[in-house]
């Protein structure tokens, strides 16, 4: 009869990052929650940018043009982390429609309107980012979590800029 190696038995349970493969499964839904809401927010800033009208065309149409870019470079950053932990990212917009926590805008010219749906988006976008560092630190994964980390500053601060240029 074979002996039965507990040791064994433990690292069958883990992913190749040394992650517990169940608690990882749940990560990567939650990573493709956020997927989705960067995804429909990149579009939405793209929309914005193009369709922006006024007296702060230049202003806003420079700062809409910077968002866009850097949630591209998340949502890239996301996906591949999905993919580092063991899992499909989804990539289909029918799926991000149903998954994503952001609602698809409008068509928004205003540019005052536009930095309000922002604001709204990142402050859900924050929430979710913080929901995920909580559970990737409960979990040990210190690769989500410093992603986490980091985009939340850096969006924190932009949220303090565009509060700040609506102010009066």
Known sequence: ??????????????????????KSKELAKKL?????????????????HWNLKGEKFFEL???FEE?????YLKIDEIAERIL???????HNFSAYKTTSKINESIQVSNGLIAVEDILAS???????????????????DEGTHAIMSNNIQQQEK???MYTKFLEK
Do not use: C
Not at 4 to 18: P, R, T, V, W
Not at 36 to 43: G, K, T
Not at 67 to 71: D, I, M, T
Not at 122 to 140: A, F, G
């Open 84 to 90: 580092t932990i063991g899992f499909p990212a989804n």
């Open 61 to 63: 149409h420079l700062k």
């Open 67 to 71: 968002l866009y870019a850097s949630l």
């Open 122 to 140: 990142l402050k859900t976008i924050i929430s979710l980012q913080r929901d995920i560092l909580i559970y990737s630190n409960q979990i040990d």
């Open 32 to 48: 493709n929650v956020l997927l989705a809401s960067y995804s429909v927010f990149y579009q939405n800033a793209r929309g914005y």
């Open 158 to 160: 932009l949220v303090w």
């Open 1 to 22: 009869m074979e002996t039965i190696n507990i040791l064994d038995l433990e690292l069958n349970k883990l992913n190749a990052l040394g992650l517990d493969k169940n």
